[in-house]
């Protein structure tokens, strides 16, 4: 399998736009979260899904961020509209259920996001 | 609210020391405990996970330990070479929850 998949690596928006990231997990996972990670504060969970349903997204900072799996090999993350605060590397991440005896998580390569 | 905190948040040693980083965490009703590294501009790649029932895991030249009770975790890494430079970030699963509490981590540098 080729791992978490995650596009774009980089992204350069100007504040006000409309950034989605997209995350296709390892097939057969069925937890997806997505997380942001800044120096201030760490990694923080925003949201995850169980079989493709939103389970907790209690880490979605604002009303400005929404996040979609529309079907189990394929998860957006969509911040509209965007702000300079928001600039930060946005990771996905997918495992198998607990319980399945490997619970690890595994990670993408992350979203390297920067609003001017 | 759990609380997962790492300590040191950097060290540099030289090629050979064996290093042992520690991980705190508040609540000590967990599901399990996971180390991770991530080098500069990567992802995180998963080192070892330890059940809540288990005491230490190996891999390696890795060893980590698990002391639920203290809720203290420790990662012993032998033989330090300079491939091991690198973020290790410590993760808690508790109970009852599907997501993980970060550590900010330790950046390790190990100089040839």
């Known amino acids: 399998d080729a791992g978490v998949i995650q596009s774009p690596r980089h992204e350069v928006t100007e504040m006000g736009q409309e950034v989605t990231l997209r995350c296709k997990p390892i097939?057969?996972?069925?937890?997806l979260f997505w997380y942001r990670q800044t120096m201030m504060r760490g990694l923080e969970l925003l949201i995850y899904?169980?079989?493709?349903?939103?389970?907790?997204d209690s880490g979605m900072p604002e009303d400005r961020f929404s996040a979609k799996m529309p079907n189990a090999s394929f998860s957006t993350l969509k911040i509209q509209p965007s702000e300079p605060r928001d600039s930060a590397v946005y990771f996905c991440a997918s495992s198998l259920a607990r319980g399945s005896g490997s619970e690890t998580q595994y990670f993408g390569p992350g979203t390297r996001l920067l609003v001017l | 609210k759990q609380e997962v905190t790492q300590i040191p948040a950097a060290l540099s040693v030289p090629e050979g020391e064996n290093l042992v980083l520690n991980c705190s965490f508040t609540d000590s009703a967990i599901y399990n405990l996971q180390w991770f590294r991530q080098d500069p501009g990567k992802g995180l790649t998963s080192l070892l996970l330890?059940?809540?029932?288990?005491r230490e895991q190996t891999s390696g030249r890795l060893n980590a330990s698990l002391d639920k009770s203290s809720g203290r975790s420790t990662l012993y890494i032998a033989a330090s070479q300079p491939g091991d430079s690198a973020t290790y970030l410590c993760?808690?699963?508790?109970?009852?929850?599907?997501?993980?509490?970060f550590g900010k981590g330790t950046m390790l540098l190990v100089s040839p």
């Open positions: 097939s057969g996972h069925d937890y």
């Open positions: 330890i059940q809540s029932s288990q």
């Open positions: 899904f169980n079989n493709n349903v939103p389970i907790d």
């Open positions: 993760a808690v699963n508790r109970k009852g929850y599907s997501t993980l509490t």
